[in-house]
């Protein structure tokens, strides 16, 4: 390992990072979209650079230097420390011992254990032509780039009418809370719960964690039971798809059956801050063969609301411009050959890598699959680097790829779970998940054991990201 290289970040300035890196100092080249914010100053260049220090960037920025520790990693991540989204739920349900800290990681052990660098910055521009990432602190070069920026909330594409002020209300007074930097303020929102009703919105189209919004749900009824706090908790479901439904519709109907409230084809009109209301138009439909339904404008109010836009791939892919499917979440499309049906390779660019919630692959935007994905795609870099083949079809298809656990009650603690294989599905990694019944003796989905499992879950996945 070259320590000049390992050390890039710190030094500053072109002719010091090119001393480090003992070659001729790659110019910056000018930023080509978004630029403006940062600054043009170049920092060094890398083998592989990560854009995003999230759960699949630790873990590409992690395996590869396990598979060979004299490759030249970075990532370049905008947080100065990492708090896990998994978990997060647990925390608002009151679940005992889980708290900020819990969730809370600091990077500098792992990056010093495993030697790769990290630039604490954001990324504002990416030039694949000159091979440069601009950032609000200086740019970086690359040779191969990994995008691993997670997802962003699409409240534009959602509500058009909608004006920026709008949006900044919903986001400060309604936080949907699915990126990790919004826990410890919804976290407060929720302790200032003093009753009425907990309205919660699931969103269509591919979002981060299906399960994820009713298991909020499910873990604010139990905070809300424990406590004696009078009120319901709402769902708003846009589609009729709930991620393992007849796990949870069990749950609620066993042990929160005078607090949850679910309602299915529920699709959210507007959000009246000032008078905390919520309108939504409900449609019912008569039997399985009724295409059209019934439809029904409510307004409803609310105590607290966390409305959960629809998702969307984080903006730095478009920057990259990398080609994205044209739907809402605009998933990054992925590479495939004959040779390689299937790749974390980008169909635009044979140096560019995307991994975790953004990929093009039918599989689970979850943090297990970030890791899995993390693992096979550092591989797949790895191979390249050292000039070999390696098709990610030849781990394929593979068991428990994503396990998926979902805290339901505190006390006692019992968890949920659902269970994915990955296969080769044409272009694309594809997935099926199956739901298992915990306690067989009494015919349940829900079981302590899962509810332990769900601690061992969480402790192996932030062993994988930080020991
Ligand atoms: C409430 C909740 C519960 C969940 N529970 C589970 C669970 O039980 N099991 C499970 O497997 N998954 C769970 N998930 C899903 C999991 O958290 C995500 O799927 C996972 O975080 C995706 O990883 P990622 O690397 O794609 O994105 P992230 O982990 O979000 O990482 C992306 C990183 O990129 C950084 N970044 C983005 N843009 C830039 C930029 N321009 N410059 C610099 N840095 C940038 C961000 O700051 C972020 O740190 C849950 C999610 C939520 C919200």
């Excluded at 403006?36 to 395996?63: F, M, N, P, R, Y």
């Excluded at 521009?125 to 995008?147: F, P, W």
């Excluded at 699709?267 to 295409?291: P, Q």
């Excluded at 478009?318 to 049906?341: C, N, R």
Aim: with cysteine; aromatic share 8%.
């Amino acid at each position: 390992m070259n320590n000049s290289r390992r050390d890039l970040f710190k030094l500053v300035g072109v002719g010091a990072a090119a001393a480090a890196l003992g070659t001729t100092a790659i110019i910056a080249a000018p930023a080509t979209k978004g630029a403006g914010k940062g600054t043009d100053k170049l920092l060094g260049k890398h083998q592989v650079l990560i854009i995003g220090g999230g759960w699949s960037g630790l873990t590409v920025a992690k395996e590869l230097k396990k598979i060979d520790p004299t490759f030249d990693v970075a990532i370049i991540e905008k947080n100065s420390k990492f708090i896990s989204c998994p978990m997060s739920n647990a925390k608002l349900g009151g679940v005992k011992g889980i708290d900020m800290a819990f969730l809370t990681h600091q990077y500098a052990p792992t990056k010093a254990k495993y030697k790769y660098g990290m630039l604490n910055a954001e990324v504002t521009s990416i030039d694949r032509v000159a091979k440069v990432v601009h950032t609000t602190k200086g740019a970086v070069g690359y040779d191969m780039l990994v995008l691993a920026p997670g997802i962003e909330y699409n409240y534009k594409g959602q509500f058009p009418a909608w004006n920026d002020a709008k949006i900044a209300k919903a986001r400060k007074l309604t936080p949907a809370a699915l990126i990790s930097t919004e826990h410890e303020g919804f976290d407060k929102i929720v302790k200032g719960m003093k009753g009425g009703d907990f309205v919660i919105t699931v969103p269509a189209g591919k979002y981060r964690c299906p399960p994820a919004p009713f298991e909020r749900a499910t873990m604010i009824a139990n905070m809300m039971k424990n406590k004696g706090i009078k009120g319901k908790v709402i769902i708003l479901n846009e589609t009729a798809e709930v991620a393992k439904g007849a796990a949870f519709k069990e749950t609620w109907k066993d042990l929160y059956p005078e607090i949850v409230v679910y309602n299915a084809n529920s699709v959210t009109k507007d959000i009246d801050f000032a008078k905390k209301t919520i309108t939504y138009e409900e449609t019912v439909f008569a039997n399985k063969d009724d295409l059209e339904g019934v439809k029904t404008t409510k307004t409803i109010p609310y105590a607290v609301l966390n409305f959960i836009p629809h998702n969307m791939s984080h903006p730095t892919i478009a920057l990259s411009g990398v080609e994205t499917t044209k739907d809402g979440f605009k998933k990054v499309k992925m590479a495939t050959s004959e040779a390689k049906p299937v790749s974390y390779q980008t169909a635009s660019d044979a140096s560019v890598y995307a991994v975790g919630d953004v990929v093009g692959h039918a599989i689970p935007p979850s943090g297990q699959a970030a890791i899995w994905s993390g693992k096979v795609a550092a591989k797949e870099i790895a191979h390249v680097l050292h000039g070999k083949s390696f098709s990610v079809a030849s781990v394929l298809p593979f068991k428990s790829a994503n396990v998926c656990f979902s805290m339901v009650n505190s006390n006692p603690e019992q968890g949920i779970m659902v269970n994915h294989e990955f296969m080769v599905q044409g272009p694309v990694i594809g997935s099926k998940g199956s739901v298992p019944k915990g306690d067989t003796v009494n015919d349940k989905f829900r079981a302590a054991s899962f509810g332990g499992a769900t601690r061992d879950w969480y402790r192996g996945a932030m062993k994988d990201l930080f020991n």
